[in-house]
């Protein structure tokens, strides 16, 4: 009996292994190209609803009705979070403000980290859910997870070395890249997981993990990966500005025109 579960447990194993080479083994099937006037494409939500920033403003489309928000006084977007389309997350870095958005785009919360009684340097932020907000802070070359309701922080990593290039996260999970390494950090704020990062240039944001960029070539990663598996993603020569990797579908903003892929399954 204890053979035959060990064999069990064995050929389990084997499959979700093969299961997981499946799901990343995919070729990408341009599907459309479309027109976007935008300076930035921020993503599309679980609605499936497009974001993007034009001018330093931000709007989403669903479908007929086109929202915006902008703020002119706190300066430049420095990123949005659409992880949950009822709490958008708008970050001014200048300003050092996070403005909390509901699902037309209109304001419900401001959180000014200038005016916490503890300095903070806010360089990337990111919703961890149950309103609180992924920190990284680069006074304390650490991330925190901050929360907005009570004004708090509930938990803080280990220190890091290097300035914070990119961050990208979901509820369970944050990843931030410095020159040397990228971090992955789990709700606890610890560090789960580490990886080299001199090799690559840009990271974007995918499925339950991210995407690596080293100049033509592409690669995901997640926990669990000890190696970054490589992306069969044929741009056919589109530039690149941003690019959002989901289970089915990957969408690339190259500046003009937004490109939507559909995964195929070898």
């Not at 928000?69 to 997350?89: A, E, R, Y």
């Not at 708008?90 to 699902?103: E, I, T």
């Not at 598996?229 to 937004?258: A, E, M």
Request: hydrophobic share 40%; with cysteine.
């Amino acid at each position: 009996m204890f053979c035959i579960l060990v064999l069990e447990m064995k050929n389990l194993i084997f499959i979700i292994l093969f299961l997981s080479q499946i799901t990343i083994a995919q070729e990408w099937k341009l599907q459309e190209s479309v027109p976007l006037k935008a300076d930035s494409f921020v993503g599309v939500d679980s609605y499936k609803y497009l974001y993007w920033i034009k001018d330093n403003v931000l709007y989403k489309q669903e479908g007929e009705s086109t929202y915006s928000f902008n703020n002119k006084l706190l300066g430049s977007i420095q990123s949005v979070d659409i992880t949950n389309p009822f709490t958008v997350l708008v970050f001014y870095y200048q300003a050092q403000v996070v403005v909390v958005l509901d699902n037309k785009l209109n304001e419900i919360v401001r959180v000014d980290f200038s005016e916490m009684s503890d300095f903070m340097q806010v360089a990337t932020i990111g919703n961890a859910g149950s309103k609180r907000l992924w920190i990284g802070n680069t006074a304390s070359q650490r991330l925190e997870l901050f929360d907005y309701r009570n004004m708090s922080q509930e938990a803080l990593s280990s220190s890091f070395s290097g300035d914070i290039l990119e961050q990208v996260s979901n509820y369970n999970h944050c990843f931030i890249r410095t020159p040397n390494h990228i971090y992955l950090y789990n709700s606890y704020g610890s560090v789960i997981q580490k990886l080299a990062a001199k090799d690559y240039d840009k990271m974007f944001s995918a499925s339950n993990g991210v995407v690596l960029q080293k100049g033509e070539e592409w690669f995901y990663w997640r926990k669990g990966i000890s190696e970054p598996k490589p992306l069969t993603i044929n741009l056919d020569g589109i530039g690149v500005k941003n690019l959002i990797y989901g289970r089915q579908y990957t969408y690339v903003f190259d500046g003009k025109l937004l490109h939507t892929y559909i995964a195929e399954k070898k």
